[in-house]
């Protein structure tokens, strides 16, 4: 057993999934749940996801923060009073530059308990309904470890991760949301345009009803939650906002060999794309 007694703020997909991965791994001894909503808190409870429905991480030797970014001001701010002085905080959060600035001036003193982390894994379901205990296994969880962090705190940590089922890697806060703005912030953003274009349509009905696999594939990430995303959108928005510029670009050029009638360019263009997403999904080929 790792942690005697483990707190999980935020009881949705991540953190229910984090409950269930370290009970079943039987890495705790007890997990405690706090959230928002009861009803959500109490179906997590009826899954195992927890073992009991709290109010703080008091006696906790492990906190995982699960909610929206935009709500870490405020959960860190009343942990920091709560939280034992050997508890190590680890976070789900999608985003780590907000998130970390959030912990230094909430926690002060104690931001070398809070290691950062980014668990590269979810599904566009939400809440403890959708908890899965296997969804970090064999996924990449980032740590962005911070100078204040001892090596025994990021060491807790990447136990923690690790006896979920995850593979570890380490990345800079910079870099991570650099990546993760151009390979996750900005799919969302292009799939919630595209639904909410196609919703809006004068005859979205019928276009909904002939919508096929490629339309579902596309838009999948549009039945992601709208808070959490709104969160992640807006704290990493100037390299979000500098991706949608490229992309838009890329765009433009498309359009031009529409225009232009350019069989070959827009050939060119479906060609590298394709030759680089067959790559990614088999480097070894």
């Given at each position: 057993?790792?942690?005697?007694?483990?707190?999980v703020?935020?009881?949705?997909l991540?953190?229910?999934?984090f409950?269930?991965?370290?009970?079943?791994?039987?890495?705790?001894?007890?997990v405690?749940?706090?959230?928002?909503?009861r009803?959500?808190?109490?179906?997590a409870?009826?899954?195992?996801?927890?073992?009991?429905?709290?109010d703080d991480a008091a006696?906790c030797d492990?906190?995982?923060?699960?909610?929206?970014?935009?709500?870490?001001?405020?959960?860190?701010?009343d942990?920091?009073?709560?939280?034992?002085p050997?508890?190590v905080?680890?976070?789900?959060?999608s985003?780590?530059?907000?998130?970390?600035?959030?912990?230094?001036?909430?926690?002060?003193?104690?931001?070398?308990?809070?290691?950062?982390a980014h668990?590269?894994?979810?599904s566009?379901?939400?809440g403890?309904?959708?908890a899965?205990a296997?969804?970090?296994?064999?996924?990449?969880?980032?740590?962005?470890?911070l100078r204040?962090?001892?090596?025994?705190?990021v060491?807790k940590?990447s136990?923690?991760?690790?006896?979920?089922?995850?593979?570890?890697s380490?990345?800079?806060?910079e870099e991570?949301d650099a990546?993760?703005?151009?390979?996750?912030?900005?799919p969302?953003?292009?799939?919630?345009?595209?639904?909410?274009?196609v919703a809006?349509r004068?005859n979205?009905?019928r276009?909904?009803?002939?919508?096929?696999?490629?339309?579902?594939?596309?838009?999948?990430?549009?039945?992601?939650?709208?808070e959490?995303?709104?969160?992640?959108?807006?704290?990493?928005r100037d390299?979000?906002?500098?991706?949608?510029?490229?992309?838009?670009?890329?765009?433009?050029?498309?359009?031009?060999?529409?225009?232009?009638?350019?069989?070959?360019?827009?050939?060119?263009?479906?060609?590298?794309?394709?030759?680089a997403?067959?790559?990614?999904l088999n480097?070894?080929?």
């Amino acid at each position: 057993m790792l942690f005697r007694r483990v707190a999980v703020i935020g009881v949705g997909l991540i953190g229910g999934s984090f409950g269930l991965a370290l009970k079943q791994a039987k890495a705790c001894g007890h997990v405690v749940g706090i959230g928002r909503s009861r009803a959500n808190l109490e179906t997590a409870l009826a899954r195992g996801a927890i073992d009991s429905i709290g109010d703080d991480a008091a006696d906790c030797d492990l906190v995982l923060v699960a909610a929206p970014v935009a709500q870490f001001p405020r959960i860190l701010e009343d942990l920091s009073s709560r939280l034992s002085p050997d508890a190590v905080v680890t976070d789900g959060g999608s985003t780590k530059r907000d998130v970390i600035a959030a912990a230094r001036a909430a926690l002060k003193g104690k931001v070398g308990q809070f290691v950062p982390a980014h668990p590269i894994a979810g599904s566009e379901r939400s809440g403890a309904e959708a908890a899965d205990a296997g969804l970090f296994r064999g996924k990449r969880v980032i740590l962005t470890p911070l100078r204040e962090n001892p090596e025994d705190a990021v060491e807790k940590a990447s136990k923690a991760w690790a006896a979920c089922g995850a593979r570890l890697s380490r990345m800079d806060a910079e870099e991570h949301d650099a990546v993760l703005s151009t390979v996750s912030h900005l799919p969302h953003l292009l799939a919630y345009a595209l639904a909410q274009d196609v919703a809006t349509r004068g005859n979205s009905g019928r276009l909904f009803e002939i919508a096929g696999a490629g339309f579902r594939d596309f838009t999948r990430l549009a039945s992601s939650s709208a808070e959490m995303w709104r969160d992640i959108c807006l704290a990493n928005r100037d390299l979000l906002l500098a991706d949608l510029a490229r992309f838009e670009k890329k765009l433009e050029r498309m359009k031009k060999c529409l225009a232009d009638g350019d069989a070959a360019g827009l050939e060119r263009l479906f060609e590298e794309a394709r030759a680089a997403r067959d790559k990614w999904l088999n480097p070894s080929s």
